[in-house]
């Protein structure tokens, strides 16, 4: 079964404005951790954001928040006034303690490219 | 900080031969992580050790493959012998032992079995 869903493969959004990527997650865990990282054409994997389950509020870092709807079991990346560099991959990850202890389980990844 | 530390970055062999990607981890991560990256497949992740013992190593393909962490501060994943199949960027990460939160990855090897 899936458990990280990324339903879109690319999007594009104009420097200066605001964007949303999917993610939707699968899990029967109560504690797990819900992560973003970014990857460059160059291909390094940088850490965005985490979310743990039980975090009351949305987590948030500079101009990247995560809109966690834990009933809907999804947990959007929201980039706010978007840049050229923000142009790359994305990808959605997913730790459930209880089922797979320390591993991420990634999504397919979404394709951001900001147009100037 | 150095960040995590792997080598080669490019490596290019022919089907049949040993190939040995390194892995050093931040110094005082006490978790390291070895992930493989194809369009097909995306990012699987390959093992896990936590204070140098495998602790998973379901996502390991096949026998041809191995890892190892002997100390703290270094790992080795070998895949002997390579098939094309293996062409990938393979990916190594370490996180702190009080802190499963975010994973740092180093800059990957990418490798090429023709």
């Keep these: 079964a899936q458990k990280i869903t990324q339903t879109q493969p690319g999007m594009f959004v104009q420097e200066k404005e605001a964007v949303t990527l999917d993610c939707t997650y699968d899990t029967s865990d109560q504690s797990y951790g819900l992560f973003w990282y970014k990857q460059p054409s160059s291909g390094e994997m940088i850490f965005l954001i985490y979310q743990g389950s039980y975090d009351e509020q949305n987590a948030t870092e500079g101009r990247y928040s995560l809109n966690f709807q834990k009933a809907r079991k999804s947990a959007n990346l929201v980039i706010s006034a978007s840049q050229l560099g923000d142009s790359a991959m994305y990808f959605c990850a997913m730790r459930d303690v209880e089922t797979s202890g320390s591993r991420l389980t990634f999504g397919e990844g979404t394709q951001l490219t900001v147009n100037p | ?114």
């Design chain 2, 1 to 114: 900080d150095a960040g995590v530390i792997q080598s080669p970055r490019h490596e290019v062999t022919e089907m049949g031969q040993e190939v040995t990607l390194r892995c050093k981890p931040i110094s005082g991560h006490n978790s390291l992580f070895w992930y493989r990256q194809t369009m097909m497949r995306g990012l699987e992740l390959l093992i896990y050790f936590n204070n140098n013992v495998p602790i998973d190593d379901s996502g390991m393909p096949e026998d041809r493959f191995s890892a190892k962490m002997p100390n703290a501060s270094f790992s080795t994943l070998k895949i002997q012998p390579s098939e094309p199949r293996d062409s990938a960027v393979y990916f190594c990460a370490s996180t702190p032992g009080t802190r499963y939160h975010e994973q740092y990855f180093g800059p990957g090897t990418r490798l090429t079995v023709t």
